[in-house]
């Protein structure tokens, strides 16, 4: 039923930590891959932007990304549309201590759409309405 089910998307670091001179990198993200979930699927393109800053200890990535997802109302099921803007960091580490961190491989490379699909949860409503006073399914 369902396919692949870990589709990821990795980011390569390597040039980026090896040039001492550069301190920010940007990478544009355009990932027409649909992302469906138990909680939602996305009906729109991840665009945005991926930036990863440099200090002398640590990286960190910020993440500037728009979609669009389709959710079911809890009451009608009648699908409806929100849009998602996500704005939030992550810490990139050898080894994870928090969910709030991102693991980078041995070759230097990050994937970034599992803590998209994590913040994409994140702001999803708890109970899904399509209206305030949504009746549910009307019974005859
Ligand atoms: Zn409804």
Redesign the pocket.
Known sequence: MSGPKNKQVWLNLSNFIADKTQDCIEFEIDNNEKIKEERFETSKPLQGSVKIFKSKHELVAHFKIKTEVVLS??????K?QKRINLDFSRSIKEKIESSEDIKISAINQIEILEPIKQEIVLNIPIKI???KD???IKLK
Request: aromatic letters at 0%; charged letters at 25%; hydrophobic letters at 25%.
């Open positions: 109302c809890d009451r009608c099921l009648k409806i309405l399509c209206q949504c009746q549910g």
